[in-house]
């Protein structure tokens, strides 16, 4: 796009008002360069047209617009699509335009449209006009401008994104997010579950749950919490005492209200119960750990069992340096730390499968996963030789293990959003969750008997009064006399 200097033979307005061919703007460019002065705007008279490098046309146009297509479908058979385009703005302004013919659809067949060479989002037709109009048109440009401004809509679109790809690459456990959440439905106060305690009532459970979670030594720290809305079908009084509330006040009352209610088009009563999802996250991240099977060992020389909030952890490790999977793979030491820090050495994954607790019903039973079929898949794993991967929350991110022979387990942990500034508080004498602490207070926690926390959760749950030990674990216990 090129400025012409004026001609002085440049046409002259005719007072007769005679018929010009004109330039039409049907799509603006990308940065809406058409109202400056080098680019062709709505208005323009054109002068020439130079196709290739061997048609050239000047005005006056035979049969105008009509016969301009016609040179036009003519030279887009021929694949000559090049085109230059020179117009005339006012007496002696002119302006060019170098372009490609390339089809307007919208237009019918055999109906053209030039589309610029330097941006391909600005295109241009040809019209028909009086010369006088013309000129109206050019005069009206910045009337024209501030019409276009109001006009102007933001338009979506979509972009292909290699999901697979960057769900490989950047997660730090491949194809699985690190975030963690529990929803809490709020409590039935009735056995036929027609009425629900409020959402107030629901928090506070949350707010427990997370509590005695960490009192128990499992090493999380609160991010977040959100309702969630469950759709239910309600009747009878249920459905007369929630639907369709009636004044100000009602609707008021609804902000704390875990179960209300609504007709639909077909006059069924639908409830909305509202549950809380509780997110949090463990403060060290979750660390990996691959625990390989010999051809000899005949146990794990590990035990799992399950805190009352259901989160799986290792309850016991063989003591020692004993040629068993637990030692090889450095989960011993961990567990050493962990107990030393008054930290339960919480399992997450098995084979990246998530075994968190992930629902509490509205009885207020903790739904989560069962220690005896764990027990047995882990089981089976020494049995089958199959390598074995768990992750394990940790509690300090710079935890390493003081054995040589474990220096492949010393890789920083998979990096975590940062902790809010609340998250780094030290542990109040009058509270009982616990928080990262310093460590001073890890040393005090040792001298005061850190052993009483994790003893408190041996004792369990299906698998009895003991947790389940894998060496006593026979194949032929699981699968009877078949």
């Not at 309850?315 to 030692?327: H, K, L, M, T």
């Not at 990096?415 to 310093?438: C, D, H, Y």
Request: net charge neutral; hydrophobic share 35%.
């Amino acid at each position: 796009m090129e400025r012409v200097q004026p001609s002085s033979d440049s046409p002259t307005r005719d007072p007769k008002s005679p018929t010009v061919l004109s330039i039409e703007c049907l799509k603006g460019s990308s940065k809406a360069d058409e109202w400056t002065a080098d680019m062709l705007q709505t208005g323009d008279i054109v002068e020439e047209l130079r196709i290739g490098s061997s048609i050239s046309v000047k005005s006056p146009f035979k049969n105008g617009r009509n016969g301009v297509q016609k040179i036009l479908h003519s030279s887009f058979k021929a694949k000559d699509t090049s085109i230059l385009v020179r117009v005339r703005r006012g007496r002696d302004e002119f302006a060019e335009l170098q372009a490609c013919i390339v089809p307007n659809d919208s237009a019918g067949k055999k109906h053209y449209m030039l589309r610029s060479i330097s941006d391909p989002n600005y295109t241009v037709g040809f019209l028909d006009r009086s010369e006088s109009e013309c000129f109206e048109l050019q005069a009206s440009r910045n009337s024209r401008m501030v019409s276009a401004l109001t006009r102007s809509r933001l338009q979506d679109g979509y972009v292909s994104y290699p999901w697979e790809r960057r769900m490989q690459e950047l997660l730090p456990i491949p194809s699985s997010s690190s975030f963690l959440s529990i929803i809490l439905l709020p409590k039935a106060s009735d056995r036929a579950a027609s009425r629900y305690n409020d959402l107030e009532d629901t928090q506070a459970r949350a707010n427990a749950w997370l509590n005695a979670s960490q009192a128990s030594g499992v090493p999380i720290v609160f991010m977040n919490i959100q309702t969630e809305s469950l759709l239910t079908k309600i009747s009878g009084e249920t459905a007369s005492s929630t639907v369709n509330a009636g004044s100000s006040s009602d609707l008021a009352n609804l902000a704390n209200a875990s179960l209300y209610g609504f007709e639909d088009y077909h006059g069924v009563d639908l409830g909305v119960v509202r549950a809380v999802r509780l997110w949090y996250a463990p403060l060290g991240g979750e660390f990996p750990v691959e625990i390989k099977i010999h051809e000899d060992d005949t146990k794990l020389g590990f035990a799992i069992s399950r805190t009352d909030e259901g989160f799986v952890y290792i309850s016991s490790v063989i003591d020692g340096n004993e040629n068993v999977p637990s030692c090889r793979s450095g989960l011993s030491n961990l567990y050493k730390e962990a107990r030393e820090a008054s930290r339960l050495l919480v399992v997450s994954r098995i084979a990246n499968q998530k075994i968190l607790p992930w629902m509490v019903s509205s009885t207020g039973a903790v739904r989560c996963f069962d220690t005896v079929s764990l027990s047995q898949k882990l089981s089976l794993h020494r049995h089958a030789k199959v390598p074995i991967f768990l992750h394990v929350f940790l509690w300090d991110r710079s935890l390493t293990s003081s054995s040589g022979s474990q220096t492949r387990f010393r890789a920083a942990t998979p990096s975590v959003l940062p902790f809010p500034p609340e998250v780094q508080l030290t542990r109040q004498a009058n509270e009982s969750q616990i928080q990262p602490l310093s460590p001073d207070d890890v040393q005090g926690e040792r001298r005061s008997g850190a052993g009483e926390r994790s003893e408190m959760k041996l004792e369990r749950d299906t698998a009895g009064e003991l947790s389940f030990r894998f060496h006593d674990f026979a194949l032929s216990s699981n699968w009877g006399s078949g």
